[in-house]
């Protein structure tokens, strides 16, 4: 079992810069690949970011890739996300997800833990 609390969403300006933290309960958090996803109004959760185990390979989704950052601290049991460069379209509520297991990390029904989610919101 894993628990999973995010913090460090808010409201910013396109262009400006937000790092997202997830931090993790349980002696468990190296044995989880980890990522994020995000769910805007109306539209469906899809992936954002995900990292290995040993941090040794990260996936981004098209959307972001340049932009965001993925990483984590395994002392800290914590994974970030550093989003830099934001659009208005990058506004929706971020998702933490945990896995000790996966085929496909861009799946959302791969991931069995959940983290209650941070709001970001990108004015123009």
């Known amino acids: 079992q894993v628990q999973l609390v995010e913090s460090g969403g808010g409201l910013v300006q396109a262009g400006g810069s937000l790092r997202l933290s997830c931090a993790a309960s349980?002696?468990?958090?190296?044995?989880?690949?980890m990522a994020w996803f995000r769910q805007a109004p109306g539209k469906e959760r899809e992936f954002v970011a995900g990292i290995s185990r040993n941090s040794g390979s990260t996936d981004y989704a098209d959307s972001v890739k340049g932009r965001f950052t993925i990483s984590r601290d395994s002392a800290k049991n914590t994974v970030y996300l550093q989003m830099n460069g934001l659009k208005p379209e990058d506004t929706a509520v971020y998702y933490c997800?945990?896995?000790?297991?996966?085929?496909?990390?861009?799946?959302?029904?791969?991931?069995?833990?959940w983290g209650q989610g941070t709001q970001v919101t990108v004015s123009s």
């Open positions: 997800a945990a896995t000790p297991q996966y085929w496909d990390p861009q799946d959302r029904n791969e991931y069995n833990y």
């Open positions: 349980g002696r468990t958090f190296s044995s989880y690949y």
